[in-house]
């Protein structure tokens, strides 16, 4: 029996997907959780007291605070067997790169039927990797990014609307600065204004 717990910030999405997986016969769902913080607290203490932990770890990506990808990366540290699946409602490949290069094993949309979601998991359960063909297409095909880790932070929150000084908020920036990253990646991406420079980068697969 394949143990597995979810992590989502959506209730109703992680109820309803340890359902239908708990419904295969080789897979069991004990436990969802509603934050990446929320997992990783049980998980240590599961490791402290040198309890058995799942065999797989199937999160969002996108949660209420620290996000999947660093989820996963935390529960990769705490325990190297336990193999690691994000799902998420925005599939671009430099979110692909960024969780493989984690050590993540599975990586679909929340799209994915229920066997699309069970073979998956029986997949980096068996330890092979389970990605979505659409989104490998994707990042085959899209070209290298002119654009710096920072650029791209700035660019992608820039995506989100609002003032230099409200975008700085986000990314932990003086607003001067990220003035000029916001500058540079325009000038790099070739856009006449921040929001243009967002999807364009995101139409490329840079952010």
Known sequence: MIQLVIVDDEQLIASSMATLLSLE????????FPSGEAVLEWWRKQVTIREEVPD?????LNLGGIDGIEVAQQIGALSPKTALVIVTSHSRPLLLKKALA???QGFLPKTASAEEFAAAVRTVHGGGRYIDPELAAMTITASDSPL???EAEVVNAAGQGGSVEEIAQLVFLA???TRNYLSSAMTKIGAQNRFEAFL???EKGWI
């Open 25 to 32: 016969e080789d897979l069991d769902v004990p436990r969802t």
């Open 56 to 60: 797989v770890l199937v999160t969002d």
């Open 102 to 104: 984690t050590g993540v």
């Open 148 to 150: 710096t880790e920072r």
């Open 175 to 177: 607003p001067g600065t």
């Open 200 to 202: 364009r980068a995101r």
